[in-house]
């Protein structure tokens, strides 16, 4: 096999197994592990993925770079449909009538479902919709049984959402039912991570300041880490993912009490 082909097909593995691992490729292609040294750095200078200890991952998996939401709205879609469907049963279910949606993809579809119909307590009262995020305060400005409570503050484009100071300052000053929170990494030691620092802040007090926190996250993103930390497992109370957590992560999300749900 010529080393553009074999640098194809690392580049498709890479692409659909997200983490591949340097002394498995030598096997595979029966090379030694300098040559798949060469290959990795190769595509890695392409842009098409990056390079960690041992192997290499996605480039959306940099701790510090992040994809933009467009990109992300077409990664992982049928887990995300699931996920958010999940949650939306377990928030039409509630009484909560005070309810955080952070920014998010996942978050944007639940926000869909949301709107698609009266969303209204069975009391009859509207509930009330707390978000930061543009795009999810604008699907459901109009919603029938939502009264809408946009959060202020500097627009971040990457998420369109609003971050920094001003908008965590809000979020300690309420105690919402229940949040609805994203995440770029789910780690058993590091926690909840993100990219962003002004991003995190919010994040952080989001979750400090609801009743009850639910974690949406795609198993893609088990055992990842993203540069800062917002919160740890003993933050949530709640997980909501594709797939049952194992290993570390699973004794780490029971040793957290965290209710697992699988969508």
């Known amino acids: 096999m010529f080393a553009e082909e074999r640098r194809a097909e690392i580049a498709k593995l890479v692409a659909?197994?997200?983490?591949?691992?340097?002394?498995?490729?030598?096997?595979?292609?029966?090379?030694?592990?300098?040559?798949?040294?060469?290959?990795?750095a190769?595509?890695?200078?392409?842009?098409?993925?990056?390079?960690?200890?041992?192997?290499?991952?996605?480039?959306?998996?940099?701790?510090?770079?992040?994809?933009?939401?467009?990109?992300?709205?077409?990664?992982?879609?049928?887990?995300?449909?699931?996920?958010?469907?999940?949650a939306y049963e377990l928030l039409r279910d509630s009484d909560a009538g005070?309810?955080?949606?952070?920014a998010g993809t996942t978050i944007e579809i639940l926000a869909d479902r949301i709107a698609s119909e009266n969303f209204s307590l069975k009391s009859g009262a509207d509930r009330l919709i707390i978000?930061?995020?543009?795009?999810?305060?604008?699907?459901?400005?109009?919603?029938?049984?939502?009264?809408?409570d946009l959060v202020g503050g500097q627009l971040r484009k990457m998420t369109w959402a609003a971050v920094g100071a001003r908008a965590a300052e809000h979020f300690s000053t309420i105690r919402p039912d229940i949040a609805f929170i994203g995440v770029n990494g789910l780690d058993p030691e590091f926690g909840l991570s993100t990219p962003g620092l002004n991003e995190a802040i919010v994040k952080t007090a989001i979750v400090k300041s609801a009743r009850r926190v639910v974690l949406l996250c795609d198993s893609a993103k088990f055992a990842q880490e993203s540069l800062v930390r917002f919160a740890g497992l003993e933050d949530i109370d709640t997980l909501i993912t594709d797939k049952a957590p194992e290993g570390e992560l699973a004794a780490a999300l029971e040793e957290s009490n965290v209710e697992v749900l699988i969508a």
């Open 16 to 40: 659909s197994a997200r983490r591949v691992n340097g002394a498995d490729l030598a096997r595979r292609y029966e090379v030694t592990m300098e040559t798949v040294r060469r290959d990795l």
């Open 42 to 86: 190769a595509l890695e200078s392409e842009g098409k993925l990056r390079r960690v200890h041992g192997g290499a991952v996605t480039v959306e998996q940099s701790t510090s770079v992040e994809s933009s939401i467009a990109l992300r709205q077409s990664m992982n879609t049928p887990e995300k449909q699931r996920i958010a469907h999940k």
């Open 98 to 102: 005070a309810v955080v949606l952070d």
């Open 131 to 148: 978000t930061h995020a543009l795009h999810i305060a604008v699907k459901l400005a109009e919603a029938d049984g939502v009264v809408l």
